[in-house]
């Protein structure tokens, strides 16, 4: 049987997996230091003086300079107008300052008064590292769904965008599991060593910075090869004006809707996570992160799954109504008094299954409502979106904990012991679950209307 011709990298099989397990690392270390502080919140307050405002405000800093900056914005073009090489550098040095700062803050590192602008200078600092930090790992984020897209058109695009983020992930489940444990570990019961994690934290973005360096030389060789087969025809340079083209598209609001409610109801909640398993479940500080560290893993199979059913089958739209369906089920089954660990372990699970739905048909499907040199602003442009509510779904759900949930606060040998009642901000998460619901049936209607193909498999024949 004679093979298949070779007629650029991209269509190695070795060359493209390879080029995919490389960027997949990069992101796994930033997604180590998303959520590094999460598992932390208890014994931050414990140890620190925080409270669930100091803790939303920090977390809140993800999207400042993303947002109002539009860094993510400038970012994109950016990475249409000069490469994935580029940018993708920029990016993981960007992460590496931003968790620098953060690590400073815990350990008190730099020379500053009692308060900035009215903040504590451990929460300032602390928050505008994250701030730096959320811009590059965002960046990094569509950087690397370019690179994807770049390597895998026409091939197995959802299964490798799955993939990628299954990877990822097992940097958010890192994230929830360990830091607790290496915080006792480099301390004491009397004092955690809590910017432990952080430094664990460098080290990985350090190590990803090295992968990332090493994709660049494939990355070169890859539009060499591009170059050699393109028999003259040179695809027309990416322009200001495809930005218009580009938030003209009704299909393209959509999806930037879908996920801006999907992920409000999934990342600021795992932010909170492991709190809710102290608080609800009765679970001890130590293992509180272990339950919510179970989601992630979960994804590392399911994502590529579903991944694959999109690619082969189609049902892309399909999959993300029955994402947001789940995501609406699980959030409302938090809020009811159904208190044991059993059932918070199940509902991880459940949600572990939603977070591997909607993501696994809605990357993939940017390409198929946007042409390809326009994606990086395209997917700039929903992760701007999507930042509004990484920006500001924690500080609501951190000011809404503060001023409505406190059951207890008091004193015991100079430590602060805190109780809260969740049931709001489920709530809450879960109203982001109906709205995803309306969003999802309206993109299935848009996608009869105007042929996206989003139905369709990914794969050409």
């Known amino acids: ?10 269509d190695s099989k070795t060359a493209r997996w390879t080029a995919l397990a490389i960027v997949s690392f990069t992101m796994l270390t930033g997604y180590y230091i998303n959520y590094v502080i999460s598992p932390l919140k208890p014994l931050l307050e414990e140890y620190m003086g925080w409270n669930s405002a100091d803790f939303g ?15 993510l914005i400038f970012g994109g073009i950016i990475l249409d107008k000069i490469g994935v090489r580029f940018t993708g550098i920029g ?5 590496l300052v931003g968790t620098f700062f953060q690590y400073a803050a815990i350990e008190n590192l730099l020379p500053v008064g009692e308060t900035i602008f009215g903040v504590k200078s451990q929460i300032a600092v602390g928050a505008f590292g994250f701030a730096i930090f959320g811009m590059g790992v965002e960046i990094a984020g569509i950087t690397v769904s370019k690179i994807i897209v770049k390597w ?43 910017s432990a994690p952080i430094m664990v934290g460098l080290a990985l973005l350090v190590a990803g910075f090295v992968a990332f360096l090493w994709y660049t030389f494939m990355d070169k060789k890859l539009d060499n090869s591009l170059k050699e087969n393109s028999n003259g025809d040179e695809e027309d340079e990416f322009k200001l004006k495809d930005v218009v083209k580009v938030i003209m598209s009704k299909g393209f609001w959509l999806v930037a809707l879908l996920c801006v409610l999907f992920y409000s109801g999934v990342f600021p909640f795992l932010y909170y996570a492991a709190d809710l398993m102290v608080n609800k479940y009765g679970v001890e500080p130590e293992l509180a992160g272990v339950i919510p560290s179970l989601l992630p893993f979960g994804t590392i199979l399911l994502t590529p799954l579903f991944g694959s059913i999109y690619d082969r089958k189609g049902k892309g739209a399909t999959i993300m109504l029955i994402g947001s369906i789940l995501l609406l089920v699980v959030h409302t089954l938090f809020a009811l008094p159904l208190n044991h660990w059993v059932v918070a372990t199940a509902l991880i699970i459940l949600l572990g299954i939603t977070f591997s739905l909607v993501p696994s048909a809605m990357w993939p499907s940017v390409p198929k409502i946007i042409d390809e040199k326009q994606l990086g602003t395209a997917y700039a442009l929903i992760f701007w979106v999507q930042n509004w509510g990484l920006m500001g779904v924690p500080l609501l759900i951190g000011f809404v904990l503060e001023k409505y949930c406190i059951v207890s606060r008091e004193v015991i040998d100079g430590v ?46």
């Open 1 to 10: 049987m004679k093979e298949k011709l070779v007629t650029t990298l991209r």
């Open 57 to 71: 405000f920090w977390n809140s800093a993800y999207g400042w300079f993303n947002v109002f900056f539009l860094m």
């Open 91 to 95: 990016a993981a040095l960007t992460m």
């Open 152 to 194: 895998f058109k026409g091939k197995e695009l959802a299964l490798a965008m799955g993939l990628e983020m299954a990877t990822a992930r097992l940097g958010t489940a890192l994230a929830l599991a360990i830091p607790v444990p290496v915080a006792m570990a480099f301390g004491s019961k009397e004092m955690p060593a809590l």
């Open 416 to 461: 602060t012991k805190t109780q809260y009642d969740y049931t709001l901000p489920m709530i809450i998460f879960a109203a982001f679950g109906a709205l995803a619901i309306v969003i999802a049936f309206l993109i299935k209607a848009e996608d009869r209307k105007k042929g996206y193909g989003l139905e369709l498999p990914n794969m050409q024949k």
